[in-house]
């Protein structure tokens, strides 16, 4: 048992520093000591008595993650198999599915399908639980092990059972695993109308956003009667990209501000001077799993009255992640500040409401299936300036205009009501001329389909 708690005490100390080892904060702050002490009997106990052996890396690790994890739930510790899996990602081609996922109460959440790839073809979408995999239950494993066994080499086959909020029986997919390859953003145009959609925001969403602007005016010949940027389920990335893009379409003003623990301790973003869409008019297009750097765009172009947010209610994620080197391969995600949209609005918990409310009425699972975002993780940070407006949700009082229902828009070849509601918008600027063909039907994707 000595051998045991020194080692423990020699590895708290480790974790605590130099402060804990001196007898001036130890006199004053015994409080603390007594908070160790339960620590290092609580693994003891384990290191003489648990069932089966174990480790002293596996114990303080679980430690690290626990202690992390009481605060809130993007905080968190990266050890090297967690920072090789934020390098693919970050870099894409990789062989996989292109799932984005999380863990929740020992589940994997899909947190957003990443679209061109098997997962978004499958029809796979954000708020399902997968549960097995080729029939192995994935309850209890870490979000490694699972993420590890979804990749793979391309051409292989997978099988995922997936549970989705509102659906009676578990929806069985087969896919096979492609290179995965990251394409922030994809452009294209739809009658006189730009189309441009941002699915990430990594090291090149900023200068591919602008370049994607150039493109559309080459194709056109021309500038467009506007743009429709797409940011649902776009679950952030990089602030600094988030700033550039919303620079693209501002000349001026505040974009975001990030204030931490102390009230001097604000940081503010501005915009540069020049529109690279030249004034032209904008909708921004959100939804559920639209957050974070996808909030900090949306929230800025609505603030400064420079676009038309339009959608519905975003994720909720206003929260800043900084990650701290621990060593050549382990970092440290420690949430050091929130941010502010340019009225000072926190969109933490609430999200951004869009201007006009449009439900995503092409998708079958649309009214049964129940939507999940930061309000709904356990620990997340409350907002202490919520308007009172957040609590409403979109769908709890249906609008007539939105009649339609998923089969009605099928035959009429509309796959995606939200984006065909938003083309059609901006394309009444150019009269029905327009408004026909840049709503004009296009073939349907044929997904998976499930039961």
Not at 70 to 99: C, K, Q, W
Not at 253 to 263: L, M, N
Not at 352 to 360: F, G, K, M, R, S
Request: hydrophobic fraction near 40%.
């Amino acid at each position: 048992m000595r051998r045991s708690l020194f080692t423990a005490t020699a590895l708290v100390g480790a974790l605590c520093l130099v402060p804990l080892a001196t007898e001036a904060m130890a006199s004053a702050d015994t409080a603390n000591y007594r908070q160790f002490e339960r620590f290092l009997e609580v693994y003891n106990r384990v290191k003489a008595d648990y069932v089966d052996k174990v480790d002293d890396s596996k114990l303080i690790k679980g430690a690290i993650d626990g202690m992390l994890a009481s605060l809130d739930p993007h905080s968190s510790y990266v050890d090297a198999v967690d920072f090789d899996n934020m390098r693919i990602a970050t870099e894409g081609n990789y062989g996989g599915l292109g799932l984005t996922v999380s863990m929740e109460d020992g589940a994997v959440k899909v947190i957003a399908p990443q679209e061109d790839t098997p997962a978004g073809r499958a029809g796979i979408k954000a708020g399902d639980y997968i549960t097995h995999i080729d029939g192995h239950l994935l309850f209890g494993q870490t979000l490694d092990e699972a993420i590890t066994q979804m990749r793979g080499a391309p051409g292989t086959r997978i099988a995922l059972t997936l549970v989705r909020p509102g659906r009676d029986a578990p929806i069985e997919v087969s896919l096979t695993r492609e290179i995965i390859v990251q394409r922030p953003v994809k452009w294209e145009v739809r009658g006189q109308v730009g189309y441009i959609n941002i699915n990430t925001f990594s090291e090149q969403t900023g200068a591919d956003t602008r370049a994607a602007m150039v493109a559309i005016d080459h194709a056109l010949g021309h500038q467009p009667l506007g743009y429709v940027v797409d940011l649902r389920d776009n679950g952030g990335g990089l602030l600094s990209q988030a700033i550039e893009v919303s620079d693209a379409f501002l000349s001026s003003g505040e974009i975001v501000s990030q204030r931490g623990r102390g009230p001097t301790d604000i940081e503010r973003y501005y915009a540069q001077p020049g529109d690279d869409a030249h004034g032209l008019p904008v909708v921004v297009l959100t939804n559920a799993g639209t957050a974070s750097a996808s909030e900090i765009v949306a929230g800025a172009l609505q603030d400064h009255h420079r676009a038309l947010v339009m959608g519905t209610r975003s994720f909720g994620k206003g929260s800043v992640q900084t990650l701290i080197p621990l060593g050549p391969t382990t970092q440290l995600r420690l949430t050091t500040a929130r941010y502010f949209t340019p009225s000072g609005r926190s969109v933490q918990e609430g999200g951004i409401e869009p201007d006009i409310a449009v439900p995503q009425l092409s998708d079958p699972d649309f009214r049964a299936r129940r939507v999940f975002r930061e309000a709904d993780l356990a620990r997340h940070l409350i907002n202490e300036i919520r308007p009172d407006n957040r609590a409403v949700e979109e769908d709890s009082a249906p609008d007539p205009r939105f009649a339609a229902t998923p089969a009605t828009l099928t035959r009429q070849g509309v796959p995606d009501y939200q984006l065909w509601y938003a083309l059609k918008t901006v394309a009444r600027l150019g009269g029905p001329v327009q408004v026909a063909a840049a709503t004009r039907p296009r073939p349907v994707p044929s997904p998976t389909p499930a039961p």
